[in-house]
């Protein structure tokens, strides 16, 4: 949710710099649309990047957890995944 209003406001910023530019042809500006360029791309690619990516690389580390969550995430009405999930990040809590 984060990162979508933080796009919808590189958005904004671009709108207003592209009107801004076309009245005074600043360098500025140029400058600015690289910078929305470079951070709305990466901000585009981790909107668009799946959960199950986000999961594997936070805890890669964890490689039960990680299977846990991707069964639980399969059949989410199973409450018995959801305990292993919660078991494994206890157990991994502990570890760390």
């Known amino acids: 949710m984060n990162l979508a ?11 207003i710099g592209t009107i801004k530019y076309s009245k005074t042809k600043s360098n500025y500006y140029t400058r600015i649309f690289k910078r929305i360029a470079v951070y709305g791309g990466l901000g585009l690619i981790l909107l668009i990047l799946p959960k199950r990516t986000w999961l594997e690389l936070k805890y890669r580390n964890q490689p039960d957890y990680v299977d846990a969550v991707k069964k639980a995430m399969a059949d989410p009405d199973n409450q018995e995944l ?11 809590n502990k570890e760390n």
């Open 5 to 15: 209003i933080g796009l919808l406001g590189l958005a904004i910023a671009l709108i």
């Open 82 to 92: 959801w305990d292993k999930v919660n078991e494994e990040h206890e157990k991994m």
